[in-house]
């Protein structure tokens, strides 16, 4: 993988050489540039060549958040503050971590393998055009989900639950539609307003429900459909 470009802004010095030096222990990244001037920052990024931002969010002249918020095209973010109550506006503009200060290194470590699976995530090598994860934002991170591990979606109002194989559930503010094009048709199946199916968990169709490990789930009118078709995408 090429290496990743990365850009740091941060009003206090000591931070900005913190993780600079941070990242001088990664060979796949490469620090372009630090600012401890956010609207400076921002004129930087408007090139558009960055692939991962530090940006701490308590700045004087403009919060991290709004300078985020402004990007037109946006690298991937990993927030750093001193402060644990920005939590939720990270979740809103899909952070991929959020470190606290004082920085440790391995809490940075964690945050950087994070942003570099999001990257080959959303930069695929040419030859590979199907995916086996996909990535959702869930308790204020970046979540990585096997394909393979999910037996159903439900939708919850506002939010999803991905059911897990292995018993767990994933809660993640998206609606149902905007999750269903992240997978692959051919494994997942859309059988109710409510629910999406991983084709290959489902192990009997009848009476216009879908019976997977340990429940049923009912298909509606508009997705009859699937109760006919399901053995021929198994």
């Known amino acids: 993988m090429q290496r990743l470009r990365c850009m740091a802004i941060d009003d206090e010095p000591l931070a900005l050489r913190l993780i600079a030096k941070y990242v001088l222990e990664f060979p796949a990244l490469q620090m372009v540039q630090t600012f401890d001037d956010a609207i400076s920052g921002a004129e930087y990024l408007k090139q558009g060549n960055i692939d991962i931002l530090f940006i701490d969010i308590n700045m004087p002249d403009i ?30 503009l899909e952070a991929v971590d959020y470190l606290l200060k ?48 999910i037996e159903y979606i439900e939708s919850m109002e506002d939010y999803i639950k991905i059911h897990l194989q292995n018993a767990k559930t994933i809660l993640t503010l998206m609606p149902l539609k905007k999750i269903l094009e992240k997978l692959p048709p051919q494994k ?47």
């Open 63 to 92: 919060t991290g958040i709004e300078l985020v918020r402004s990007l037109e095209k946006r690298p991937i973010i990993i927030f750093t503050t001193a402060y644990k109550n920005f939590a939720f506006e990270g979740f809103e």
């Open 102 to 149: 004082p920085i440790d290194f391995k809490r940075f470590a964690r945050a950087v393998e994070k942003a570099m699976e999001y990257y080959r995530y959303k930069n695929p090598p040419a030859a590979d055009t199907t995916n086996e994860s996909i990535y959702v934002y869930s308790e204020y991170r970046m979540v990585k989900i096997d394909l393979a591990g």
């Open 188 to 234: 997942f199946q859309r059988i109710h307003r409510s629910f999406i199916v991983s084709v290959s968990k489902v192990k009997a169709v009848r009476n216009r429900k879908v019976q997977l490990e340990h429940i049923e789930l009912p298909i509606s009118d508009t997705y009859i459909d699937f109760a006919r078709n399901w053995m021929k995408l198994k």
